[in-house]
T-cell receptor
Framework: GDSVTQMEGPVTLSEEAFLTINCTYT??????LFWYVQYPGEGLQLLLK?????DKGSNKGFEATYRKETTSFHLEKGSVQVSDSAVYFC????????????FGGGTRLMVKP | DSGVTQTPKHLITATGQRVTLRCSPR?????VYWYQQSLDQGLQFLIH???????AKGNILERFSAQQFPDLHSELNLSSLELGDSALYFC?????????????FGPGTRLTVL
């Protein structure tokens, strides 16, 4: 079945550091890929998405590129802020298969001032 | 605010009991999804309803059931509760023709089984 693997956290960075959170997936066909963010005590919010190979999703300074050849969708941000501290989930949604999301285990990011 | 509402926010109950979690999707959304978030299993898809009909099932236990009503709100029923059912339960909704299934999540219901 489909699966998503992300780097385990926590990831601890200083403010203005560069962020990379790795995500790889296993799926048949051409799934859509997503990054969701969960702030403490809240539900998940869609951060960005990409729907086909080589698409780049971007939002709030975060970026991720759909790499079919490496089955990856790594999340990057050039300069993190304390307010970016949260748990980040990589997810996929297969086409024509109920549209449920399959999530990775989540990566907690802690940004220190 | 995603526009998806869930009640109650917190629920504390005992083993063997039955509870009902409620979800109201965003205005106009026909699809409702339920997910369970637990420390050991992570975020798992439970079930999907579209316009009142069940569309897909994931890792949902037989003790759990759900339905979507004509006004499109959904309820997740959990019975014969066990300690391991303690988790955050999220509801998400999406539009009928949402491109590539963008789902909007509610704030969740935290269930504690004692």
């Amino acid at each position: 079945g489909d699966s998503v693997t992300q780097m385990e956290g926590p990831v601890t960075l200083s403010e203005e550091a560069f962020l990379t959170i790795n995500c790889t997936y296993t799926a048949t066909g051409y799934p859509s890929l997503f990054w969701y963010v969960q702030y403490p005590g809240e539900g998940l919010q869609l951060l960005l998405k990409a729907t086909k190979a080589d698409d780049k999703g971007s939002n709030k300074g975060f970026e991720a590129t759909y790499r079919k050849e490496t089955t990856s969708f790594h999340l990057e941000k050039g300069s993190v802020q304390v307010s970016d501290s949260a748990v980040y989930f990589c997810a996929l949604s297969p086409h024509n298969a109920g549209n449920m999301l399959t999530f990775g285990g989540g990566t907690r990011l802690m940004v220190k001032p | 605010d995603s526009g998806v509402t869930q009640t109650p926010k917190h629920l504390i109950t005992a083993t063997g009991q039955r509870v009902t979690l409620r979800c109201s999707p965003r205005s106009g959304d026909l699809s409702v999804y339920w997910y369970q978030q637990s420390l050991d299993q992570g975020l798992q898809f439970l079930i999907h309803y579209y316009n009142g009909e069940e569309r897909a099932k994931g890792n949902i236990l037989e003790r759990f059931s759900a339905q979507q009503f004509p006004d499109l709100h959904s309820e997740l029923n959990l019975s014969s509760l066990e300690l391991g059912d303690s988790a955050l339960y999220f509801c998400a909704s999406s539009a009928r023709d949402a491109l590539h299934n963008e789902q909007f999540f509610g704030p969740g219901t935290r269930l504690t089984v004692l």
